[in-house]
């Protein structure tokens, strides 16, 4: 396939057919042409993000000779790795095990990396100490999140601001009205409000979240989670803590066991500096619906610190299983030559 001057060449090993018996008709009682009229390939090249033109298809057949089609561009669509997941798997079930999947990985490391937004800002209230919240969705959730900010706040220090993350999208309107009325039952508290063009985590847009707000200390919480009665106590702690050690706070379900999401403690819910994870975000991987268990932060540290049932999962993020197997392997460096 050519598009613009880019050419994608179909991968042999990953290349298969299948019968078209709707084809049969043009040619009358013969099988033998439409028993692999039908064909799924993976086209490989390094095609720029700007390509442009009219997408022209070359088939050589077994005989050496060629037909060249015309694509129409409206058919080509970016992959979603969370929502065309289960189409990607139809076609190729084994996708794991393909001979493509390692440049598959990091073609979605460098997208995932590329394709980063700055979040929209409605009010920056910088502080040196931040508590980080990804709001919630469901309107119910997101008011039982402002209910517990307005009546627990108060065991945050008292120079520690609340950035509070909300989805650019229909639940806006919800956000700003019920911001405006935490600022008016927490007068003095530095709150930040900022929205995003997607519906997942913001951990790759956190170093820049900290750096606008000045932050020196965090504690982040991640999408669909509600600190506990005990997680408020451990988030004022781990704010008003000195150095650079890594406090996590255990994400339970409403039982009070551990998270079967992500696992019990992982980057949905962490304190630490601000210094030591903006040098950590550096090298940092990305993920399809913006953080996966751990995400490579440092687990077993010395210094850290971890709070028993600190926060309460209320949400759950966007199913996928091939984003789970991305996530995975991203995770583990699996796009990466041995």
Do not use: Y
């Not at 937004?117 to 997101?142: C, D, H, I, K, T």
């Not at 781990?238 to 403690?265: C, I, K, N, S």
């Amino acid at each position: 396939m050519r598009l613009g001057d880019c050419v994608l060449v179909a991968e042999e090993g990953a290349t298969t057919f299948r019968p078209r018996p709707d084809l049969q008709p043009v040619f009358g009682g013969t099988a033998s042409p439409v028993a692999r009229a039908g064909f799924q390939a993976v086209l490989r090249g390094g095609l720029p993000v700007d390509a442009g033109g009219a997408p022209l298809l070359r088939v050589v057949h077994d005989d050496g000779t060629m037909a060249v089609s015309r694509v129409e561009p409206k058919v080509l669509r970016r992959l979603d790795l969370v929502g065309d997941g289960e189409e990607v798997l139809r076609l190729f079930p084994a996708l794991r095990l393909e001979p493509f999947w390692r440049a598959f990985l990091a073609a979605a490391r460098r997208s995932l990396a590329e394709h980063l937004r700055e979040p929209a800002v409605q009010a920056l209230a910088p502080a040196p100490r931040m508590l980080v919240l990804r709001l919630p969705g469901e309107p119910s959730n997101l008011a039982l999140l402002f209910d517990r900010l307005a009546a627990e706040a108060d065991v945050l220090p008292a120079d520690a601001g609340i950035a509070l993350l909300a989805d650019l999208g229909r639940g806006r309107g919800e956000a700003l009205l019920r911001f405006h009325d935490l600022k008016a039952a927490l007068p003095g508290r530095p709150l930040s409000l900022l929205f995003l063009a997607h519906e997942d985590d913001a951990l790759g847009e956190l170093p820049d979240i900290l750096s606008r707000l000045g932050a020196e200390r965090f504690v982040h919480l991640g999408r669909g989670l509600v600190p506990t009665a005990e997680g408020w106590a451990a988030i004022g702690a781990a704010l008003a803590r000195r150095g650079h050690g890594l406090d996590w706070l255990e994400v339970v379900d409403d039982l009070g066991r551990p998270d079967r999401v992500d696992g019990a403690f992982t980057a949905a819910a962490f304190g630490w500096s601000a210094a030591s994870f903006l040098e950590w975000s550096v090298s940092a991987p990305r993920f399809t619906r913006g953080l996966h268990r751990e995400s490579g932060l440092p687990l077993n540290e010395a210094g850290e610190r971890r709070a028993p049932g600190a926060a309460m999962r209320v949400e759950r993020p966007r199913a996928s299983r091939l984003a789970d197997m991305v996530d995975e392997d991203l995770l583990a460096g699996r796009d990466r030559a041995p």
